[in-house]
């Protein structure tokens, strides 16, 4: 088994590497949650405090509109393919 000491030292240099800005906010932001749940606990925690991944969950607490899911169903519908997806993506890679 890898001793803690070591654990640690691998995870700092992996964060280390981390070039893009949003990976590394919400990498802090879970640390963040993960600490204040053990602070209520009193106890380590044992799970990530995230159960279910949301992508528009995400998208609104880092402040991005987002897409219109509304709207692009709309336009899906609007142009109304009649072809099977097979040979459209034959004709893409002609």
């Given at each position: 088994?890898?001793?803690?000491?070591?654990?640690k030292?691998?995870?700092?240099?992996?964060?280390?590497?981390?070039?893009?800005e949003r990976t590394?906010a919400?990498?802090i932001?879970?640390?963040?949650e993960?600490?204040?749940?053990?602070?209520?606990?009193?106890?380590?925690?044992t799970?990530?405090?995230?159960?279910n991944?949301d992508?528009d969950a995400?998208r609104?607490?880092?402040g991005?509109a987002g897409h219109?899911?509304?709207?692009i169903m709309?336009?899906?519908?609007?142009?109304d393919?009649?072809e099977?997806?097979?040979?459209l993506?034959?004709q893409l890679?002609?």
């Amino acid at each position: 088994m890898v001793p803690l000491s070591e654990k640690k030292l691998a995870f700092i240099r992996e964060v280390s590497g981390i070039e893009d800005e949003r990976t590394l906010a919400a990498l802090i932001e879970a640390y963040h949650e993960i600490i204040a749940l053990s602070k209520i606990n009193g106890k380590p925690a044992t799970r990530t405090p995230r159960r279910n991944f949301d992508a528009d969950a995400i998208r609104r607490r880092r402040g991005h509109a987002g897409h219109d899911k509304a709207k692009i169903m709309q336009l899906i519908h609007e142009m109304d393919v009649q072809e099977p997806l097979e040979q459209l993506l034959s004709q893409l890679t002609k």
